[in-house]
C-alpha cells in the first residue's frame, strides 16, 4: 500500500532513498516517478543522480555543497506539493508483437495460470497501455505494468538457458521486452523485433520510466518482415507532451 507520506531514509553518506510504499502499486510507481521529474525540475543545487525504482526515489548529494538536513527540508516541500494522481506519460511507443507458436512457446501456459485463454491473454496484453515503471537487469531493459491481477502468476520451476533478445516475457503483472540473449525463470509469450538497447545510438535506451506502451499484434508473416529491417521492428514512438 502507498503512504500517506513517504517515507524519507539515509542511504549511504551522500545519498536519501524516498520511498512511497513497500509494496508495488500503479499509484505508489506514478508518485515515485512524479516526484523523480519534480527533483530534476527543482535544479537543487549540490544534488546529483537522481534515479527512481519501483516505488522509491534515490537522490545523491554531495556533502561539500549542501548537507542532508537541508536537502531533507527541500524534497519534504516538493512531496508536498506532489498531486495524488496517474502519471500522464510525455511519450507512447506502439510495438508490433508475434504471438505464434514459434515466437510464444509459454504463451498457452502463462494464459493457463492466469486463468484465460490464449485470445483472452493476447486481448489483454494489447487491450490496455502499460507504463515503463523501471530500467533494470540488463541495460535499457524496460520492466512494464502492471497487467490483471490474475496475471500475479509464479516463476517457472527451472531456468530457462537462453531466451533472444526482443522477446515478450510474462513476470508478476509485468512484462518485459528481453534486451539481450540471456537466461530467465518466468515464461516467453511473444517475440518483438525492437531493441530496446543501442549501444551505438545517442540515446542508448530506447524508454524512460514513465512512457506508455501499446503492444499491437502482428501475425507471424508480418513479423519476419518487420524483424528484416533496422532493430526498430516497426515500433513507433508518438510524443503526447
Given at each position: 500500500?502507498?503512504?500517506?507520506?513517504?517515507?524519507?531514509?539515509?542511504?549511504?553518506?551522500?545519498?536519501?532513498?524516498?520511498?512511497?510504499?513497500?509494496?508495488?502499486?500503479?499509484?505508489?510507481?506514478?508518485?515515485?516517478?512524479?516526484?523523480?521529474?519534480?527533483?530534476?525540475?527543482?535544479?537543487?543545487?549540490?544534488?546529483?543522480?537522481?534515479?527512481?525504482?519501483?516505488?522509491?526515489?534515490?537522490?545523491?548529494?554531495?556533502?561539500?555543497?549542501?548537507?542532508?538536513?537541508?536537502?531533507?527540508?527541500?524534497?519534504?516541500?516538493?512531496?508536498?506539493?506532489?498531486?495524488?494522481?496517474?502519471?500522464?506519460?510525455?511519450?507512447?511507443?506502439?510495438?508490433?508483437?508475434?504471438?505464434?507458436?514459434?515466437?510464444?512457446?509459454?504463451?498457452?501456459?502463462?494464459?493457463?495460470?492466469?486463468?484465460?485463454?490464449?485470445?483472452?491473454?493476447?486481448?489483454?496484453?494489447?487491450?490496455?497501455?502499460?507504463?515503463?515503471?523501471?530500467?533494470?537487469?540488463?541495460?535499457?531493459?524496460?520492466?512494464?505494468?502492471?497487467?490483471?491481477?490474475?496475471?500475479?502468476?509464479?516463476?517457472?520451476?527451472?531456468?530457462?538457458?537462453?531466451?533472444?533478445?526482443?522477446?515478450?516475457?510474462?513476470?508478476?503483472?509485468?512484462?518485459?521486452?528481453?534486451?539481450?540473449?540471456?537466461?530467465?525463470?518466468?515464461?516467453?509469450?511473444?517475440?518483438?523485433?525492437?531493441?530496446?538497447?543501442?549501444?551505438?545510438?545517442?540515446?542508448?535506451?530506447?524508454?524512460?520510466?514513465?512512457?506508455?506502451?501499446r503492444f499491437c499484434h502482428v501475425s507471424d508473416s508480418e513479423f519476419s518482415a518487420l524483424r528484416q529491417g533496422d532493430?526498430?521492428?516497426?515500433?513507433?514512438?508518438?510524443?503526447?507532451?
Amino acid at each position: 500500500m502507498t503512504t500517506d507520506t513517504p517515507e524519507f531514509c539515509p542511504l549511504g553518506i551522500d545519498g536519501i532513498l524516498v520511498r512511497f510504499a513497500r509494496v508495488l502499486t500503479e499509484e505508489a510507481n506514478a508518485q515515485a516517478l512524479t516526484f523523480r521529474d519534480a527533483v530534476v525540475a527543482a535544479n537543487l543545487p549540490g544534488v546529483g543522480e537522481i534515479a527512481s525504482s519501483l516505488t522509491s526515489v534515490r537522490v545523491a548529494f554531495d556533502p561539500t555543497v549542501t548537507g542532508r538536513a537541508a536537502l531533507l527540508d527541500r524534497l519534504r516541500d516538493i512531496a508536498k506539493d506532489l498531486s495524488v494522481r496517474a502519471l500522464r506519460p510525455k511519450r507512447i511507443w506502439h510495438i508490433p508483437v508475434a504471438f505464434g507458436a514459434d515466437y510464444a512457446p509459454q504463451l498457452a501456459e502463462a494464459a493457463a495460470l492466469a486463468g484465460v485463454t490464449e485470445d483472452q491473454a493476447i486481448a489483454e496484453i494489447t487491450g490496455q497501455d502499460l507504463r515503463v515503471i523501471a530500467i533494470g537487469f540488463a541495460p535499457g531493459q524496460p520492466y512494464l505494468g502492471m497487467l490483471p491481477p490474475h496475471w500475479d502468476i509464479p516463476r517457472q520451476g527451472s531456468l530457462t538457458e537462453t531466451l533472444p533478445r526482443g522477446a515478450l516475457i510474462a513476470a508478476v503483472r509485468q512484462l518485459i521486452i528481453w534486451a539481450a540473449d540471456a537466461p530467465t525463470g518466468w515464461r516467453r509469450i511473444g517475440q518483438t523485433a525492437f531493441e530496446v538497447y543501442r549501444p551505438d545510438a545517442a540515446e542508448p535506451f530506447a524508454f524512460a520510466p514513465g512512457d506508455a506502451v501499446r503492444f499491437c499484434h502482428v501475425s507471424d508473416s508480418e513479423f519476419s518482415a518487420l524483424r528484416q529491417g533496422d532493430g526498430n521492428g516497426g515500433a513507433r514512438c508518438e510524443v503526447l507532451r
